[in-house]
């Protein structure tokens, strides 16, 4: 009897210096909520950005550890890769996965994947979803932006891309910083067609937010 196994197809998530950590965070567990597996890049910047948010230290030698803490739950499905690490499996087109969320994205990462630059796995594993016609989320959060910016951006959203930026809508009737968090990562999950129950969705009615229950 032949038993075929069912091969693991991750979303890549990769997690940059940019200020928003907390939003890379509640995408991580609503992607682990819905069942997904996910394969983590986290920048050597994004763990100064982590520390100076959160408090907390990103060693990939503890990360099963390190991940909890961040997370406030189990890891469950993933594989953590090092930045730079370009013989990971994210960094080759034949590796199976569904996609990539970079969040959040600073502008630099934006750069390098707009010009096909590569300097390290998450801008390899970005350039790789690109041409294999994988979905792709950028979550830029730097404000103002420049010109050179905003036209990389459409460059991007021109192959393809999703720019989603880090922008929480107030009409859920958000009652703390978390909802507006969570409101900005199911939006992220919406993109990608992965159900959850992060926020309060529109419902044609004006102030169904406010009055909602808590």
Do not use: C
């Amino acid at each position: 009897m032949n038993h075929q196994i069912t091969p693991r197809v991750p979303w890549v998530v990769g997690i940059t210096g940019a200020s928003g950590t907390p939003y890379a965070a509640a995408v991580l567990r609503a992607l682990l909520d819905a069942g997904e597996a996910i394969d983590l890049v986290v920048s050597k910047a994004a763990r100064l950005t982590m520390l100076d948010e959160t408090g907390l230290s990103f060693r990939e030698a503890r990360w099963r550890t390190d991940v909890k803490a961040f997370l406030g739950r189990d890891p469950g499905d993933m594989i953590v890769w090092k930045a730079g690490d370009f013989a990971a499996g994210p960094a080759s087109g034949t590796y199976p996965a569904r996609g990539m969320i970079i969040v959040p994205a600073t502008t630099a990462v934006v750069a390098g994947v707009a010009t096909g630059m590569s300097k390290d796995l998450i801008q390899r594993a970005a350039d790789v979803t690109l041409k294999e016609r994988r979905p792709l989320v950028l979550v830029p959060r730097e404000a103002p932006l420049r010109r050179v910016a905003l036209q990389q951006m459409a460059d991007l959203a021109g192959e393809g891309a999703v720019i989603l930026p880090a922008s929480p809508g107030f009409y859920a009737g958000a009652r703390d910083v978390q909802q507006l968090i969570d409101f900005v990562a199911g939006k992220v999950l919406d993109v990608i067609g992965v159900p959850h129950t992060l926020s309060e969705r529109w419902s044609g009615r004006l102030g169904s937010g406010r009055t909602a229950e808590p």
